[in-house]
């Protein structure tokens, strides 16, 4: 039999929206205990018994334990539950005490959700109209682009999971009276009430203005934002267009001549599409313009980059290169014998690998007291068949990327630089045609961002 609630207006539009669900074995609630979220709960059960569908239903609460009143949230949402007879699982979390609050405890809650969801499961959550506007209000205050105005969608991938809201077209105040007219009961967060938070302060002071002076202000928002969706999905479109043109390459990275040929506006529409492919997060307006008007134009030879996300955009080898590159090696002063261990791993730095040979690389004599340093300027190495010259000079005409050069390790005895992994000995420390000696090489770590679907 199905609930009272299935007689509610707001049901039967409930029952419509849920026709887009992602197929699931499982549907789970975001329970916090709240009106949204209750009302969620009870809508979802009615239409399970009411339309006997093939998943399973369940809900997640998220303890963030920042008020006192947490556990009784968490009793709460056990108790309904029970009495609805739901599985829930209860996450606690400890939410950053560094930068925004909200955004802290949003990426604790999002990561409590992860643990929890299989790629079998549909997280949904309680998110209404009224939340979309704020959104879209805070948004615009932080000068987001036609993606970040263009909403929260309906449906999205969460990790293996899939992320559902079927009430982005109810108004709260609609939930509300399908609440009260149900006599649920739920929990207020007296948090909502503090106008620190930038969210509340939209709720509670600037919509209600907005309201006043303009009624029908969420019909025109709503509207300026379905055209907003339509050209984020046109210049999606556009820059996928362009990202094939240019072409990129295994490691993900881009054709430097063929962007400069773009307008910077395609630059940067496509930098932004380039670098969600790559998973990492979407820069924002000061990155992409100064890709696009210093890193871009100053071509293959400059040592122009930006970082951001601990990501450094880079370009080298007539390409413009994502990498995830570490802090720069220091004086470690590892020492190491290549005569008896074959490979040293050097921390954060991949690994030295050595090889016994006759007649070639480092003699042994010179390989069981190796340390390891790396550059400080001034360097200089005559390897074998060639004129001495300087580290840099070397580094450069062998086309070794900057970022490169500062990481690739030098093998020393005593203060005397002996060998270069992948170059070769100094020449008076090279093994004798008849003697044993060890070909040292160097083995990078993957310092480039690959494309996702190459994971």
């Known amino acids: ?131 979309q ?62 106008i620190e938070f930038d969210r509340n302060y939209c709720r509670q002071r600037v919509l209600p203005q907005l309201a006043e002076r303009w009624p029908g202000y969420r019909d025109s928002w709503l509207k300026s934002q379905s055209l907003l969706a339509e050209s984020n999905v046109l210049l999606t479109e556009l820059a996928a267009a362009d990202l094939q043109s240019i072409g990129e390459d295994e490691g993900g990275s881009l054709n430097l001549s063929k962007l400069q040929n773009l307008s910077q506006p395609r630059q940067r529409n496509l930098l932004r599409h380039w670098l969600g492919g790559l998973g990492v997060q979407e820069p924002g307006w000061n990155v992409l313009q100064q890709l696009s008007k210093e890193v871009i134009p100053a071509g293959n030879d400059s040592k122009a980059f930006v970082e951001f996300d601990e990501i450094s955009l880079r370009v080298a080898g007539g390409r413009l290169q994502a990498l995830r590159l570490p802090a720069l090696p220091g004086e470690q002063g590892q020492h190491w014998n290549a005569v008896e261990n074959g490979q040293l791993h050097l921390p954060d730095n991949g690994a030295l690998l050595a090889a016994p040979v006759m ?52 093998l020393y005895e005593g203060e005397r630089l002996v060998c270069i992994p992948g170059f070769g000995p100094l020449t008076e420390c090279a093994a004798k045609p008849d003697e044993p000696g060890i ?17």
């Open 439 to 455: 070909v040292i090489d160097w083995q990078a770590p993957q310092f480039a961002v690959r494309p996702q679907s190459d994971l």
């Open 133 to 194: 506007l704020e959104t879209l209000l805070l948004r615009l205050m932080r000068g987001s682009g036609p993606t970040g105005l263009s909403g929260m969608p309906r449906s999205r991938p969460l990790g293996q999971a899939t992320l559902f809201r079927p009430l982005l077209d109810c108004k709260r105040d609609e939930l509300l009276a399908y609440a009260q007219a149900n006599a649920l009961e739920w929990k207020e967060d007296p948090s909502n009430s503090n």
């Open 359 to 410: 007649g070639q690389g480092l003699g042994r004599i010179h390989a069981d007291a190796l340390e390891i340093r790396y550059r400080r300027g001034g360097e200089s190495i005559r390897l074998p068949g060639r004129p001495t010259k300087s580290l840099k000079k070397l580094l450069q005409e062998e086309g070794y990327a900057p970022w490169l050069r500062e990481r690739l390790p030098l």
């Open 1 to 131: 039999m199905p609930g009272m609630s299935e007689l509610h207006p707001l049901a039967l539009r409930f029952a419509s929206a849920m026709q887009a669900l992602p197929p699931a074995a499982t549907v789970r609630v975001g329970l916090s205990g709240g009106m949204d979220s209750v009302s969620l709960l009870a809508l979802l059960s009615d239409y399970q018994r009411a339309h006997n569908p093939p998943w399973q239903l369940a809900a997640i609460h998220v303890n963030h334990g920042l008020q006192s009143e947490a556990h009784e949230w968490q009793a709460f949402c056990e108790q309904l539950c029970r009495k609805l007879d739901i599985p829930l699982n209860v996450r606690k979390v400890t939410v950053s005490s560094t930068g925004s609050l909200e955004a802290a405890a949003r990426e604790a809650r999002y990561g409590a959700f992860s643990q929890v969801l299989t790629a079998q499961d549909v997280l949904v959550l309680a998110q209404h109209l009224d939340d």
